[in-house]
């Protein structure tokens, strides 16, 4: 169990690792907060709290994200690029722009082969560029294809640059349950901290003690809107001026807590 206790809210809480999440947050001891459209779809239990809110309704967040301590997404769709950009990148904005620059603790999970440019992965991108840009302490989690493994799949890897793309569980296979214990692990840990990485299990049994993974990685670099060993095949000056000036706006105001003067836009 963490010795550190947080209100954790859930950002997907009924999709596929989500339920794992709030699991895994409370074995932790920490209280999780369950954002729903409909309050109904989860019962509320011992250190599980529920409150309604709509990803694609900023104004329905700002009660949602208040005393939270961290936030873990899980959200996310699996079709066109329009839904893309309304749920996966979207969500991440809206409640980003909710905490209203609170030092929130963020874990967020996107996917492998998110750099590959092809079909909705690119908004799964901004909202990881988002978060780089956000000035919150993070954690970005790129799992492989989820419940593939064999039996004693369970020893995790790690792994940067985003070079497995095949489109296929040859990419690499990771559980639901594990992906979940990766995120809430790494909002209380410090090797975790501005790390971004995919998540695949290999033959061998699962650890108690992630910290030792997560002090293996490299740190992304602080102004650098791709993470550390990505490729740089995105480029800023192709992306929309709406957003570029999004991204600025964001960097700028964490510039003005930290006394940094570097622009995102050069990076």
């Known amino acids: 169990m963490s010795g550190e206790q947080l209100t954790v809210l859930s950002v997907g809480a009924t999709g596929s690792v989500g339920g794992y999440v709030i699991d895994e947050a ?17 019962k509320p239990r011992l250190n599980l709290d529920i409150v309604t809110g709509d990803l694609t309704r900023p104004q329905s967040l700002v009660e949602a994200v208040k005393g939270v301590d961290a936030v873990v997404f899980t959200h996310g769709t699996y079709g066109s690029s329009t839904q893309a950009e309304a749920v996966d990148y979207s969500g991440v904005r809206h409640v980003l722009e909710a905490l209203d620059h609170k030092d ?22 901004r909202a990881e560029w988002l978060v780089r840009a956000s000035g919150n302490p993070y954690t970005i989690v790129r799992p492989g294809w989820f419940d593939y493994n ?44 501005r790390k971004t990485f995919e998540l695949v299990a290999e033959h061998g049994p699962a650890p108690d003690n992630f910290d030792p993974l997560f002090a293996a990685l490299e740190t992304d670099e602080v102004g650098h809107r791709n993470a550390i060993q990505d490729a740089d095949n995105m480029p800023l000056e ?7 000036t999004l991204l600025d706006t964001f ?17």
């Not at 409370?26 to 989860?42: C, E, F, K, W, Y």
């Not at 940067?160 to 990766?182: K, L, Y």
């Not at 192709?238 to 570029?244: I, M, S, W």
Request: proline share 5%; glycine share 6%.
């Open 104 to 125: 929130i603790r963020i874990a967020l999970m996107t996917a492998i082969a998110v750099t590959d440019r092809k079909g909705a992965h690119d908004w799964k991108r």
């Open 26 to 42: 409370i074995s932790q001891g920490h209280t999780v907060r369950a954002l729903l459209r409909n309050p109904a779809q989860l």
């Open 150 to 193: 064999e039996a004693e799949q369970h020893r995790p890897v790690f792994l940067q640059g985003d070079r497995r793309q095949s489109g296929t569980p040859r990419d690499g296979v990771i559980s639901r349950r594990q992906v979940a214990q990766v995120l809430v692990r790494s909002l209380t840990s410090v090797p975790a901290l």
């Open 238 to 244: 192709r992306e929309a001026p709406d957003f570029v």
């Open 251 to 267: 960097r700028s105001r964490w510039d003005a807590t930290t006394g940094s003067s570097a622009s995102y836009r050069s990076t």
